[in-house]
């Protein structure tokens, strides 16, 4: 814990001096009853349940003096918040090695369900839009709260050649920023036919001012792949512009590292998945990647997307709970030394 102000604190030196008050306070009282004509009657009057009660009220109130004095110097604490997260883009790749069985009853259909479980489990206050990638990529989906829409643009993926992991990026990025100019066609190769509406796509990226990598927290993409990309953008390029807007790029890796042969449609290929370059991603974007071997291991990387992306850890201010607290004690002590004595303390 930290604070804000903490000089305040040394306002807590005070509390011995009123115990040492207090203390003074009870023997002269004691030295009062002496002129009674028994002291031993005032004691047998007062019994040891009373002597114990008349301690209670004083002491909850020095307490609430404490969080006062500590409530005055504005503590700070990393506490659990609810995430304004807004929106989370779901790129999901379609390729043809997506029908791979390894991960049962295949990649893809467990790569729907986990998706649809996922959106299940979030807020309907957030937003998601689904780009689903192949050889190109497409928005399947815009961001909306409407989970049915969600589920049927999910449901309704066929399976494509080829993987463009990083068209998937950008696709998902002017998703997130519709008037950034954002384009495909802006990070292929420089030999590309120029025209007015690419001009001014590249005017606005250049006006465009980076800000650090995973500082825009209120959109995430979640880049879903089984292979390694064949075509289309360098994902590590489409990555940076990510990272220049603040977006996190969490990935996720699913099927076989190691590489086999997937036929499909009477041809054969040979697929990979490419870790390096999907840490990469994640890494320069500030967020994670996460590998799932199996339909359960992918269940619970969106079990735990769901709770980094709905709730977060932040340093906040605390001071309104130690006044909250020193509020309540203040109202018990004088509660209870009204209860037992008919007077406040």
């Known amino acids: 814990m ?3 102000w903490p000089q305040f604190l040394w306002l807590l030196a005070a509390l011995p001096l009123l115990v040492l008050l207090y203390l003074w306070l009870i023997r002269r009282k004691k030295k009062l009853a002496v002129r009674y004509a028994s002291l031993s009657i005032v004691r047998e009057a007062m019994g040891t349940g009373q002597t114990l009660r008349r301690h209670i009220p004083p002491a909850l109130f020095l307490l609430a003096m404490a969080a006062m004095l500590v409530a005055a110097a504005r503590p700070m604490a990393v506490v659990v918040l609810p995430s304004n997260q807004q929106t989370i883009i779901l790129a999901m790749d379609v390729s043809g090695s997506m029908r791979a069985a390894d991960v049962l009853p295949n990649r893809l259909v467990a790569a729907q369900e986990a998706a649809k479980s ?11 839009g689904v780009v689903a990638f192949a050889g190109s990529a497409q928005v399947a989906q815009l961001p909306t709260t ?21 068209n998937a990026i950008v696709v998902s990025l002017a998703t997130l920023f519709p008037d950034a100019g954002l384009d495909v066609e802006q990070f292929s190769a420089p030999s590309r036919q120029r025209g007015t509406a690419i001009d001014q796509s590249e005017k606005k990226l250049k006006d465009f001012t980076p800000v650090a990598p995973g500082s825009f927290t209120s959109a995430a993409i979640i880049m879903l792949t089984d292979g390694q990309r064949t075509t289309g953008v360098d994902p590590l390029d489409a990555a940076k512009a990510a990272a220049d807007r603040g977006v996190r790029i969490y990935t996720v890796g699913v099927g076989t590292v190691d590489g086999e042969t997937i036929g499909f449609e009477g041809w054969s290929m040979r697929v990979r998945l490419d870790e390096d370059t999907l840490k990469a991603i994640a890494q320069k974007t500030n967020a994670e990647y996460f590998y799932a071997g199996t339909a359960n291991d992918l269940k619970k990387v969106y079990e735990t997307l769901s709770t980094k992306l709905t709730v977060e850890k932040k340093e906040t201010e605390i001071s309104a709970l130690f006044a909250l607290g020193a509020a309540v004690l203040t109202l018990l002590s004088a509660g209870l030394s009204l209860l037992w004595f008919n007077r406040i303390l």
């Open 118 to 128: 996922f959106i299940k489990d979030l807020p309907r206050s957030v937003k998601v």
């Open 2 to 4: 930290t604070f804000l």
């Open 146 to 166: 409407n989970h049915e829409d969600l589920v049927t643009a999910i449901d309704s993926f066929q399976l494509q050649r080829a993987t463009a992991t990083g």
